[in-house]
């Protein structure tokens, strides 16, 4: 996940929900289970865009065969998603990531500042999109 979907889920979450999510963090047992995923679901008020965006490639298949302008429609979402994660132009994530770094915040999951992977595509940018 990324750092601006933590700063997505507080800004949306009640202070209940987001006390039962650091009450998850200090209990977290370790393991493959995600420590968000309770027995009611996921913690997360607003779900990280990465979980929201994921689906199985069973799924793809299925609706692929089944229902292609479904598909069309997923491939939009994709492409939307790309305005939000994807910084081969200005995108809000890292914007976001900008502003509490200015405040002196640093965090592991600021990765359009620490990836080497998504800062190859920022300087990779042409300064027309900047
Ligand atoms: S949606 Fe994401 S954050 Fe929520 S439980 Fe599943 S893997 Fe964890």
Redesign the pocket.
């Known amino acids: 996940?990324f750092f601006a979907d933590m700063v997505a889920n507080v800004l949306t979450s009640s202070v209940t929900e987001l006390d039962a999510m650091e009450g998850l963090l200090s209990e977290d047992p370790g393991g493959w289970k995600?420590?968000?995923?309770t027995n009611e679901?996921?913690?997360?008020h607003l779900?990280?865009i990465v979980?929201e965006m994921f689906m199985c490639e069973h799924a793809k298949d299925a609706l692929s065969k089944n229902d292609p302008l479904l598909m069309a429609q997923w491939n939009g979402l994709r492409k939307k998603e790309k305005q939000f994660t994807w910084p081969d132009r200005p995108v809000l994530f890292d914007e976001l990531e900008e502003i509490f770094i200015k405040t002196g915040l640093d965090s592991p999951l600021m990765y359009f500042h620490k990836s080497p992977g998504l800062l190859r595509v920022k300087n990779n940018t042409p300064a027309s999109h900047l």
Request: aromatic share 16%.
């Open positions: 996940m995600c420590v968000y995923l679901g996921c913690a997360w779900k990280p979980c």
